[in-house]
């Protein structure tokens, strides 16, 4: 917080000094970032009508050049103030005019005049200015009444010029002389320049005060920005000796592909901690902009005139509104996932050993169907009514005792979607991906293109659906009955089923990313990552309800699905592992690595018999609705990793990280 300046500290020749000449300001003018320069100086700077602020690289316009600029009389004052001092050898004012070199000896405060013992002797006997304030020059020079001078000091009328500036025309917004408002503010709405001071003050120093919050937040943000980079730098490092401890297992012939690792982990941890320098740097420019305004702000309020306050009131609202306006884009934090592509050290001849998906690449794919895989977690054949005999039937949904579910058996490529003319313009990268029951077409989030690409039963591209325009960018989608909603930042939109904009709602947390899915047409469930917790939402626009499963922390809640039973299905992006729980919380199972088919669990949605089907790298895997049993029912033997997934009627709709989309038809084994 800056600290509150008294006229001393400021009568002083640093502060008083053009930043451009470094000499003492001589006609200084204002720009609206509050700082200030020699109007000799600006001049040099103006280009086509406009200029740029030579610390906070602001642009200014100025149409009318430096001259139409407003003059800082705070400085000005200040400065006139300054160079009086500076003269240690004052002439007797009185004597001057009578054609006399005589030495003063002292200084008339009220008459601004210095005096000479004989002049300072008559002066203080003259009935006319026998009650005006005579000091020694020694005291005047020494700052004793500097306060006393400043107070005296006046700004006189620019039509006339005998006639100080005391009063303030409301009407105008302007101050004005005794002759201004008899003449041209004589119908105005004026008032006194030490009343419309004392209106306005106030909300000036709250609107300064408030500037402390600004510099709390961007020193939290400087924390939070240091805290990801050394945690990227941490990723990094553990990466690194993943790779060397990996290396060292093997025979010598791999070392080549070791070093060309390391080099790509170098040059990329390079980039992404200079992209963290440059945003340090950014908050710091922010920071020093803000400290700088206050100060400047306070001094002003602090010392200035009422005529000097009024003057640069308009422009300290607007440099105070355009900081807090100010927004940190978010900064690279996602580390590159590090795959080893072979785990047994007799394949590794021939193969690359090493692969990196960094944050916004699109890995190589070569199109091919996936592979049905045989690989079990528990037989398929294995009746499940034993595993839910012991669920609460009060649960939501009310789900029979028993049931059955069919499982996959097979799977074969039956097509792809047709590209959409948005991808032309930029790379597709697909987030979000939803169905619309009532009609079969499929909906998918294209968050590169900032659209919503919408394709029928069978593949073909049908219309792109506009997303409202915002300053974030759009993460994913859900179908709710007749309503779409859209997660973008913080907010959640819903829109009909055409894209007209409907309302927009205030998320809990602050993640940078909230996945949905609908509960039929009732309502939109929102995952909230790290608080572990799902709020939902009526299309209506309000919050319905909140599962929170108790005793559960320490992780962040990712993809979410809701079954016909309103058991919700919940991947966990830490912990890495799937979470079953019905509506009031109870948790139901956890799935994690150790004890299923999961490695690490992305993508998580549920077909009509109630199966859970989680995209997990490579491969699709499906568990029973209490995820009992499971089976690897699709594999990619290329190791092309999917992003997401649905699944409509008889067939799953894949989407890869290209953004390219391929539907698998499937076949059904035996009931459960």
């Avoid at 090493?354 to 169907?369: I, K, L, T, Y």
């Avoid at 649960?395 to 059955?404: I, L, R």
């Avoid at 592992?577 to 669990?601: D, H, R």
């Amino acid at each position: 917080m800056a600290a509150q300046s008294s006229l001393q500290d400021l009568i002083r020749e640093d502060f008083l000094t053009c930043k451009i000449c470094y000499d003492l300001y001589s006609m200084p003018k204002v720009l609206p970032c509050l700082h200030s320069y020699c109007l000799s100086c600006l001049e040099l700077l103006v280009q086509n009508g406009a200029l740029q602020c030579p610390e906070c690289r602001l642009q200014i316009e100025a149409p009318d050049g430096a001259a139409g600029l407003k003059t800082n009389f705070f400085i000005n004052g200040l400065v006139e103030l300054f160079q009086m001092k500076q003269t240690k050898d004052h002439e007797c004012t009185i004597c001057a005019n009578a054609q006399k070199m005589v030495a003063a000896t002292s200084r008339c405060l009220d008459c601004k005049d210095f005096l000479c013992p004989a002049c300072s002797q008559g002066h203080c006997c003259s009935r006319l200015t026998m009650d005006h304030k005579v000091v020694t020059v020694e005291e005047f020079l020494a700052g004793r009444y500097d306060s006393e001078v400043r107070f005296l000091q006046e700004l006189c009328c620019q039509d006339h010029p005998q006639e100080a500036l005391r009063f303030f025309c409301d009407t105008c917004s302007m101050p004005i002389c005794r002759d201004c408002r008899m003449l041209d503010h004589f119908q105005h709405k004026v008032v006194s320049m030490a009343s419309a001071v004392q209106r306005e003050r106030p909300s000036v120093e709250r609107l300064v005060k408030t500037l402390e919050d600004t510099v709390v937040c961007i020193s939290e943000q400087e924390k939070a920005v240091e805290d990801a980079k050394d945690k990227l730098e941490a990723e990094g490092k553990h990466m690194k000796e993943k790779i060397c401890k990996y290396v060292e297992d093997i025979t010598t012939s791999i070392f080549a592909q070791k070093e060309t690792a390391l080099a790509k982990l170098d040059a990329f941890l390079a980039e992404q901690l200079e992209g963290f320098s440059r945003t340090q740097a950014e908050l710091q420019s922010q920071k020093d902009k803000v400290v700088s305004t206050q100060e400047f702000s306070q001094r002003v309020l602090s010392v200035g005139k009422d005529y000097e306050i009024l003057h640069l009131e308009g422009m300290i609202r607007n440099r105070v509104g355009e900081l807090q306006a100010y927004k940190l884009q978010q900064y690279p934090s996602q580390a590159p996932e590090l795959t080893i592509a072979w785990e047994e050290s007799q394949q590794l001849f021939g193969a690359s050993l090493f692969n990196f998906v960094f944050p916004g690449e699109q890995p190589n794919r070569d199109v091919q169907p996936l592979e049905p895989s045989t690989e079990l977690l528990a037989p398929l054949s294995e009746s499940l009514s034993d595993s839910k005999e012991d669920l609460d039937s009060s649960v939501s949904g009310s789900p029979p005792k028993s049931f059955s579910s069919n499982c996959w058996n097979s799977a074969e490529y039956a097509y792809s979607f047709e590209k959409a003319p948005s991808c032309t313009i930029e790379s597709p990268n697909i987030t979000g991906i939803a169905v619309i029951s009532h009609t079969s077409q499929t909906l998918l989030l294209d968050q590169a293109n900032d659209v919503i690409n919408q394709y029928s039963p069978t593949g073909q591209f049908q219309e792109e659906i506009l997303l409202p325009d915002v300053d974030s960018v759009f993460w994913s989608i859900s179908v709710c009955g007749q309503f779409l909603a859209c997660s973008s930042d913080m907010h959640l939109f819903f829109l009909t089923l055409d894209g007209e904009f409907l309302r927009k709602l205030r998320l809990r947390g602050s993640e940078s990313s909230y996945p949905l899915a609908s509960y039929q047409d009732s309502y939109v469930a929102v995952s909230e990552g790290t608080l572990c917790s799902v709020s939902l939402y009526s299309p209506a626009g309000s919050c319905v309800g909140r599962v929170q499963p108790s005793n559960y922390e320490g992780g962040k809640f990712l993809f979410i699905a809701v079954n016909s039973w309103e058991w919700f299905i919940v991947s966990d992006f830490v912990k890495k592992q799937i979470v079953i729980m019905t509506k009031s919380g109870q948790v139901l199972n956890v799935l994690k690595p150790s004890t299923s088919l999961l490695n690490k669990p992305f993508s998580v949605c549920v077909d009509e018999e109630q199966n859970i089907f989680v995209l997990d790298q490579f491969k699709v895997i499906q568990f029973s609705p209490d995820g009992k049993a499971g089976k690897i029912v699709l594999s990619d033997r290329n190791k092309r990793r999917l992003k997401n997934h649905a699944v409509k009627a008889n067939n799953i709709i894949l989407v890869r990280e290209d953004g390219s989309t391929d539907v698998y038809c499937r076949s059904f084994a035996a009931v459960l």
